[in-house]
């Protein structure tokens, strides 16, 4: 029986942390950030949100703004983290892996994997656990 390559995504709207699982322990191999999701909406936008006039016809209008910015830096956060392992999946780097996210954002990652990538999936812990020890991680896992 061949022994299958296995990693572990630990991560948070700001923070991914993957590791490999060898022989029940667990190896960081990288670390990947976007401090952009913590930071305050006003320090995100730029300006206030644009004008428009109204449908009929009289007097101009603030538009909302649709998506909060740390949901915007989130969501591509998201679709980074699962490009990154996306990438390594096609390259055979892993063959199995364990999904430790905080419930927000492993929602967001479940929308931006890969199917081939989806399909590697064995666990999935809704829980952010990114500031934990290895130890600590490896207790959620089977």
Do not use: C
Request: glycine fraction near 6%; hydrophobic fraction near 35%; charged fraction near 25%.
């Amino acid at each position: 029986m061949q022994f299958k390559k296995t990693w572990v995504l630990v991560a948070n709207g700001a923070i991914a942390r993957i590791f490999s699982l060898a022989k029940g322990r667990l190896t960081e191999l990288t670390v990947l950030t976007h401090p952009e999701t913590r930071m305050h909406g006003h320090d995100l936008v730029s300006d206030k949100p644009g004008t428009s006039f109204g449908s009929n016809g009289y007097g101009r209008y603030a538009m909302e703004q649709h998506t909060l910015p740390q949901k915007n830096e989130a969501e591509h956060f998201a679709k980074e983290v699962a490009q990154h392992l996306d990438l390594h999946h096609r390259k055979a780097e892993f063959q199995q892996l364990h999904v430790i996210a905080s419930p927000a954002f492993l929602g967001l990652l479940r929308n931006n994997f890969h199917p081939e990538t989806r399909k590697s999936i064995l666990t999935e812990v809704d829980k952010d656990l990114v500031e934990e020890s290895p130890l600590h991680i490896r207790s959620y896992l089977p």
